[in-house]
């Protein structure tokens, strides 16, 4: 820890805390579903129905392609996500919610939801927009994304 007040250290370090402490306590949530972070993750991008080329998928669930292929295709033997060919670009496959992924995924979100409320922090929605326009700033290609539009 610095002994600057708001040095960028003191920042990197709360926020790997935040987010080893975050997934701990939504880990223990979602493995009373026999469901990991990264299967969590994937599912809440897919919740917008739009289906997701597994590329994208890959470097939103901040996984390797192998290993993003073997949890989708965990996720495809438990009826909640399927592939097809990408009708724009027959070369990719597009991954989707299943309607039992659907189901799932918004019964999850309530259980989610109900512990970070637990929590007490009313600003959560505003922590999570200064968060996302960090990431903006830190990646040049998320911000050409989000600037041609939202992909959630």
Known sequence: M????GAPAD???SLTRAERLLSRRLG???????LSIEAWRVLCLLADGQGHP?????AEASLPPGT???LVDQLVDRNLVFRRIDPMDR????AYLTARGRREHDRLDERVRANLAELGMPQVDDLTVQLADLIGRLDPARRRV???GPHR
């Open 54 to 58: 597994m590329s994208e998928v890959s």
């Open 68 to 70: 993003l292929t073997k």
């Open 11 to 13: 920042l990197l370090r």
């Open 28 to 34: 223990a949530v979602l493995a009373e579903d026999a």
């Open 146 to 148: 989000d600037a041609v």
């Open 91 to 94: 070369r990719r496959i597009r």
């Open 2 to 5: 610095s002994d600057v007040p």
